[in-house]
């Protein structure tokens, strides 16, 4: 397998989930589950097993039909948890346990009222019992980003001596600025000697706006896996947008990455996200927004017409979107309006434009956006000279 491979792990049934109002029945998890084992992703982190019945449930019915992806379960690092997990998984091809406990000083204060040591051992126990039931297994060290380095490299080597296969260093809070986040993951690159016999995944939270550039920052860093969900669902202010990462990786071709996640299904799962779980994306979210692909400035929409590259770095059809889209406000210009007329059949010169622009403004200083039948109507009086010049 290709070292530059991003492994895309999909948490959108589970991270996502715990969007308030987002719960999903098993049926629509395992609807969802298919399409995106369809999308390309590698890894289906179907839920939280022990969690809820109802979660237990759909890790174990997605574990049935899932042929390509990994299926993963969630646990704490909990004996039960983890069994549970193996059992929720037992029918899974390629099933994987994802346990964890928290390293930062913070959390093993206030959490576990414990320490670095007990902590550490506890980690490498978690580990342990899940070796029993899967040999792929991930370990999460939750709030890692504040986590001291040289304490998270100890954990690290320590997990991976134990049989971690995968070691997740979650910015669990969105702390960390993009070079924070890229160094902590070089650090362990460099200073954890076992670490090539295991791959790093970046698990980042929005809580600032930086989840997407702090996922690219650290597969600079060394990463090989990000962690993410469909329009960046997920806790508080969401986690990383998967289509965003599948994106620039995508676009940003010197970087030397890549995915298995076929583009042209991005919009479409977005939209089926969007309604499963009840949840609408906004308009301007980069990629799957309805704005992404619209342009309504005059000077936008001039340079657009004259070569889409000049404001568009992706088509459309290359993420599955409708075409792009000259939307009439008042701030466009005689070229858009000429274009949309065009599209509706009239063939007017310039002059006529210049006339017709005269008509189109007074109706756009009072509307948010002017119709096809607003400018069916400006055509038709002008045809019929019914228009005053």
């Known amino acids: 397998m290709s070292a530059n491979k991003i492994h895309i792990f999909d948490t959108t049934l589970r991270d996502g989930e715990q969007v308030p109002g987002c719960k999903l029945n098993t049926n629509e998890k395992v609807e969802l589950a298919l399409k995106l084992e369809e999308l390309g992703v590698d890894i289906i982190e179907a839920g939280f097993p022990i969690s809820s019945p109802g979660d237990f449930s759909s890790v174990n019915e997605i574990s049935k039909i899932i042929t390509n992806a990994s299926v993963c379960g969630l646990t704490r690092a909990v004996q039960k948890?983890?069994?549970?997990?193996g059992e929720a998984l037992k029918y899974a091809r390629r099933p994987r346990i994802h346990t964890g406990i928290g390293t930062s000083d913070l959390h093993i204060?206030?959490?576990?009222?414990?320490?670095r040591e007990d902590i550490l051992q506890r980690a490498i126990q978690a580990v342990k019992w899940a070796k029993n039931f899967v040999d792929d297994v991930e370990f999460y060290a939750e709030d890692a980003g504040r986590t001291?380095?040289?304490?998270?490299?100890r954990v690290v080597e320590a997990v991976i001596r134990a049989g971690a296969t995968v070691v997740n260093i979650p910015d669990t809070t969105g702390y960390c600025l993009p070079h924070q986040y890229g160094e902590k993951i070089a650090f362990l690159v460099n200073n954890v000697p076992n670490i090539d016999k295991a791959i790093i995944s970046c698990h980042c939270h929005n809580d600032l706006g930086l989840a997407t550039a702090n996922s690219i920052a650290?597969?600079?860093g060394g990463a090989r896996q990000i962690?993410?969900?469909?329009?960046?669902?997920?806790?508080r202010a969401g986690n990383?947008?998967?289509?965003?990462?599948?994106?620039?990786?995508?676009?940003?071709?010197e970087?030397?990455?890549?995915?298995?996640?076929n583009a042209k299904l991005l919009n479409p799962i977005s939209q089926l996200v969007a309604e499963t779980m009840r949840m609408p994306v906004q308009c301007n979210k980069a990629i799957v927004g309805t704005n992404a692909f619209s342009h309504s400035s005059g000077i936008h929409q001039d340079g657009f017409l004259k070569d889409a590259l000049t404001y568009e770095i992706i088509d459309p059809v290359e993420v599955g979107a409708e075409a792009s889209k000259i939307v009439l406000?008042?701030?466009?210009g005689r070229s858009a309006l000429a274009h949309r007329l065009h599209k509706l059949g009239y063939n007017f010169d310039r002059n006529d434009i210049d006339i017709l622009y005269q008509e189109f403004l007074l109706i756009a200083d009072r509307k948010k956006e002017v119709l096809e039948d607003d400018l069916n109507h400006i055509a038709g009086a002008y045809n019929n000279k019914e228009m005053a010049v």
């Open 148 to 153: 001291d380095n040289e304490y998270l490299a």
């Open 81 to 85: 948890d983890i069994e549970v997990a």
């Open 218 to 220: 650290g597969i600079i």
């Open 109 to 115: 204060k206030a959490k576990f009222n414990s320490n």
């Open 255 to 261: 970087l030397g990455f890549h995915t298995g996640v």
């Open 329 to 332: 406000t008042a701030r466009s």
């Open 227 to 235: 962690e993410c969900t469909v329009n960046g669902l997920g806790e």
């Open 240 to 253: 990383t947008s998967l289509e965003e990462v599948v994106m620039i990786i995508k676009q940003h071709s």
